[in-house]
């Protein structure tokens, strides 16, 4: 079965710093890439997805992702980030064949200070 | 706004009761998931519903079970509550597509307390 981990449980950064939360996945098969976030007293909300083509990835508020097939990664990244992108973010995975299950990491909460 | 709708937002039960959650999903959508979500932890698979029938469970007890109906809405139940089901019970729609290459999007969910 696949699984995803999360290394960094939470993260404290500064207003305008640069941001990469790590995801790693397991599984020897084609994989589809998400990112998903939860701002605070939201619903998850989609950032971005890869299923296939140009490894790099760009989604919506300026966040971009990168799979790397031979590191089973798909890390996250913001050059600069804002207040507002205080939230937990989840990365996700599904297998091609697999159904379509969501396997999700345990998230990454991310605080902004101003 | 994703669309999916859920209700109700918030649940208290007693333990050994049974609770029903329901879901409606975004437009043109076909696919229902369902997710629990721990405190501190993401998501886990509960099933999926696609034309009204299951297509996929994870690794949760029968005492779980779920309803897709002809409009694509669906509800979970959940019998004998134990306090370990006290959660974020999120569901999820999609639009099943050849290849899998599927997006979910996500209802706000029910917080259910069981005490």
């Known amino acids: 079965a696949q699984s995803v981990s999360q290394h960094n449980h939470h993260v404290i950064l500064s207003e305008a710093a640069s941001l990469e939360l790590g995801c790693n996945y397991s599984y020897g098969g084609t994989v589809n890439l998400f990112w998903y976030v939860q701002y605070p007293g939201q619903h998850l909300q989609l950032l971005l997805k890869?299923?296939?083509?140009?490894?790099l990835v760009k989604g919506i508020k300026g966040f971009e992702a990168e799979f790397i097939k031979s590191k089973f990664s798909f890390n996250l990244r913001k050059p600069s980030v804002q207040w507002s992108d205080t939230a937990e973010y989840f990365c996700a995975v599904t297998v091609t064949g697999g159904g379509n299950k969501l396997t999700f990491g345990t998230g990454t909460q991310l605080k902004v200070e101003l | 706004e994703t669309g999916v709708t859920q209700s109700p937002t918030h649940l208290i039960k007693t333990r050994g009761q049974q609770v029903t959650l329901r879901c409606s999903s975004q437009s043109g959508h076909n696919t229902v998931s369902w997710y629990q979500q721990a405190l501190g932890q993401g998501p886990q698979f509960i099933f999926q519903?696609?034309?009204?029938?299951?297509?996929g469970r994870g690794n949760f007890p029968p005492r779980f079970s779920g309803l897709q109906f002809p409009n694509y809405s669906s509800e979970l139940n959940v019998n004998a509550l134990e306090l370990d089901d006290s959660a974020l019970y999120l569901c999820?729609?999609?639009?099943?597509?050849?290849?899998?290459?599927?997006?979910?999007?996500f209802g706000p969910g029910t917080r259910l307390l069981v005490l």
């Open positions: 519903y696609y034309r009204e029938e299951e297509n």
């Open positions: 890869y299923f296939s083509g140009d490894p």
């Open positions: 999820a729609s999609s639009l099943a597509e050849t290849g899998g290459f599927e997006t979910q999007y």
